[in-house]
């Protein structure tokens, strides 16, 4: 991770109200619809921000959107606790407890209108989707030095492993969400999945 | 829900090519919109179906949806190829096919409204998750009566890590769709799947 965490309220006091107004709106107003009733007309009426001053800081829907959900969406954030295990667990927890909230769900939502709309769901993977990559691709190149994992471990695979689980689990699940049981379950995951990527025995 | 399950009208050539006609149509609209976009209406006007025969024989939006995805949704058959690794790299194929369709992006979509609509999700989980997890339990019973698995596996745990693996992928991967790298892909994720679930050697 190179970058430092950006500061999200840019500029003027008044501009970032507008902005926090308007990125609940875009959450609010897409987890209700799709993205056909995705408008910006629909997020300013919410937002009771005027079409003019929407359409002065936004140029597009799509542009809205990757906006709101950068600002808005749980992401990994660097995660260095001096070992795999504790890496990982870190890991799920966060995706875990993103996908009990809004901004999580609408992002699935969005991923999911997106395989309609190419445009869009490149935008998508190419911001929503790096920084878990990027967190990824760093905690196994450290356990590669440290000899915990062996040296051609995917870090697609541990990835899509962890993100995948926790996602299979908040989606199907039936059990009412808790904090504990979530933290306990990311611990069960992350331990099937580095035995999972440690080398087979064959 | 009070009423009673309408009677199933299977039978005449004409109430099965209606039937076929609106699961169609309740596919498109509700892959169009979301749950609040989804009615009874919208999906008599897109299959052509008057009000009177569609309301005749489905009672509520939910039955409407529950039984379309149950009929349209592509359901692991029964699995079993004699041995551990072929008969997940079977159920992962057909899961990661699924995840390509419409009906899988549909149910998708349906289990993400469904946050929302609690008696939605007990019906969705009762029905559509009900034969994954028998398939997997089947599956995985077996496999510890050959002596592939140790007998106190989860059955839970390795179809959430199946599931939720293609699933991860078919959402976030950015590479077009192909029916032979899905296959292999299909065989990494078993393979991987079934390292995490043999005795850690600790």
Known sequence: MTEAPAPRRR??????????????AVLEVYSETSWRGFTLDAVGRRARVGRAALYRRWSSKDDLLVQALEARSPLPVPIDTGALRSDLVELARQLLRGY???????????????????????????TLNRSRVLAARTIVH???ERGELPADT???????MVTGTVLSHALFAL?????????DYAELVV????????RPES
Not at 11 to 18: F, I, Q, S, V
Not at 104 to 123: F, I, T
Not at 154 to 160: V, Y
Not at 191 to 198: F, G, P, S, V, Y
Request: charged letters at 30%; glycine letters at 2%.
């Open 175 to 183: 059990a009412t969400p808790d904090q504990n049981v979530d933290d």
């Open 142 to 144: 450290r356990a590669v």
């Open 11 to 24: 500029g003027r006091p008044r501009d970032a109200d507008l902005e926090d107004r308007v990125f609940d």
């Open 100 to 126: 009990r909230t809004t901004p999580g769900l609408v992002s699935l939502r969005v991923a999911l209108d997106a395989r309609a709309n190419p445009e869009l769901l490149a935008r998508l993977i190419h």
């Open 191 to 198: 331990d099937a999945t580095i035995r999972a990527l440690r």
């Open 154 to 160: 995917s870090a697609t695979l541990l990835l899509e």
